[in-house]
C-alpha cells in the first residue's frame, strides 16, 4: 500500500480482555517497529521486525505483551488480560532496508476500562 | 541500555520568535533522525543527519549533529503557527538497530 495501514483505529475494551492490533506495512520495507506512546508521552519502543532475522523484543513491558509477524508483511501486536495502564497509542512504523527513516501509521488508540 | 534524552519537554513562543531542542544521547550514534508529531497526529520524518558535525537546513529549520556524535539539536527561526507540535529526535548505536526516541519536545506557537 501507499501508506503504513493500522487497524483499529480506536479500540475500547474490559481490563481483562485480550486485543489484537494489526499493522500492514508500506510493500518492500523489511523492517517493522511497533511502539507505544502514552498521552502526551515521548515513544516507548517495544520490539523491531528485520526480514526474518529474530525479531529484538526487548521493548516489551511484560509477557502479556507479543507480537509476530507473519510472511514478512503483516504484523499482529497482542495484549493479555489488559490492565489500565495499557491505555496507549500504538503505533506501527516500517522502513526499507536500504534506509533508517521510519514511515509510521495513524496508531492505534487503545483505552482499557 | 542507550538513552536519548531531550530538552526542553515544553516551550511556549509568541509567533516570529526562536526555538530550540536539544537532543543528548548516553552513547556515540551512527545517525540522529528528527521527527514532528502534530496534535492529534503520528510522527513524521523531517532529517537524517550522519556526519559528524554535520549541519543542515531546511528553510527555517536548522539541524545540527555533535562533533562526537552524541547530541544533537533543531533551530527554528522566526517561528510560526503551522510549526507547533511535537519534535522527537532518534537515534541507534548502529543502522539496523531499534531506533531510540527521545520523549519529545512539545512547541506551542501564539500568535
Partial sequence: ????????????????????????????????????????????????????????KSGLPSDRFSAERTGGSVSTLTIQRTQQEDSAVYLCASRYSGANVLTFGAGSRLTVL | GQQVMQIPQYQHVQEGEDFTTYCNSSTTLSNIQWYKQRPGGHPVFLIQLVKSGEVKKQKRLTFQFGEAKKNSSLHITATQTTDVGTYFCAGSPNSGYALNFGKGTSLLVTP
Avoid at chain 1, 8 to 30: A, F, M, Q, W
Avoid at chain 1, 33 to 52: A, D, V
Fill in chain 1, 1 to 56: 500500500g501507499a501508506g503504513v495501514s493500522q487497524s483499529p483505529s480506536n479500540k475500547v475494551t474490559e481490563k481483562g480482555k485480550d486485543v489484537e492490533l494489526r499493522c500492514d506495512p508500506i510493500s518492500g520495507h523489511t523492517a517493522l517497529y511497533w511502539y507505544r506512546q502514552s498521552l502526551g508521552q515521548g515513544l516507548e519502543f517495544l520490539i523491531y521486525f528485520q526480514g526474518n532475522s529474530a525479531p529484538d
